[in-house]
């Protein structure tokens, strides 16, 4: 019986000292040690991708947001957004780009309401942007898994270059081509799709619009 008492503590005691050091390794020391590494070698990412402008935060170039007109009545809640036509715009986001809010509006292919919200974007961005419906691509009119997607595709910018340039007075061939510079290829040369960043984008053209 005293062996038997004996053997449980020492097992016991085992126990807690291997608790105590996966706490300490796993608990303290680990995320330190990673916490150091990725603030020294990738610091800007691990803070987030923060995006400076004139020494404040214009928004992270991990998350995308929204580029709209201020409100009409800023105390009604159920204004709908209206997309400002000097700025490139994203994709739709069920979500308004909130990053406390991620995921997809959960709607299947075959949803007829899905069928119709898709419907219903492709004739506004095709008309926001003065192209044939035919002309807008499908990240303009469907949002990412995420709902934050910061990227837009190659051809989505592309349709938007005319309206931007007659909303703020530039030649339509400088406009097109800040799309081409900022045009990022497949992530290592094949995976992914090209894309662009809008807020980059966006930032860019603040450059030569500003006075």
């Known amino acids: 019986m005293k062996n038997s008492v004996a053997d449980t503590g020492r097992l016991a005691w085992a126990a807690l000292r291997m608790l105590l050091v996966l706490t300490v390794v796993t608990g303290i020391v680990y995320p330190l040690a990673v916490t150091g590494i990725a603030q020294g070698l990738f610091h800007d990412k691990a803070n987030g991708s923060m995006v400076t402008v004139d020494g404040r935060e214009a928004g992270s170039a991990l998350i995308g947001q929204t580029w709209d007109l201020p409100k009409k009545n800023p105390d009604d809640a159920n204004e709908a957004p209206r997309p400002d036509p000097r700025w490139f715009q994203p994709r739709p986001s069920h979500s308004g780009y909130d ?35 035919s002309a807008v691509p499908k990240d303009a009119v469907t949002g990412s898994a995420s709902a934050i997607d910061p990227h837009i595709s190659p051809q989505y910018a592309r349709i938007q270059a005319a309206r931007v340039a007659e909303a703020n007075g530039l030649p339509e061939q400088q406009v097109a081509k800040l799309v081409e510079d900022h045009t990022e290829g497949r992530t290592a040369g094949f995976l992914g799709q090209p894309h662009v960043n809008v807020l980059q984008l966006n930032l860019a053209l603040r450059d030569v619009t500003a006075p």
Do not use: H, M, Y
Not at 101 to 122: E, F, I, M, N
Not at 127 to 133: D, K, L, Q
């Open 99 to 133: 990053p406390l809010s991620t995921g997809s509006g959960q709607l299947g292919a075959s949803d007829p309401t899905l069928t119709r919200l898709v419907g219903d974007t492709r004739k506004a961005v095709a008309a926001f942007n003065g192209v044939p419906e």
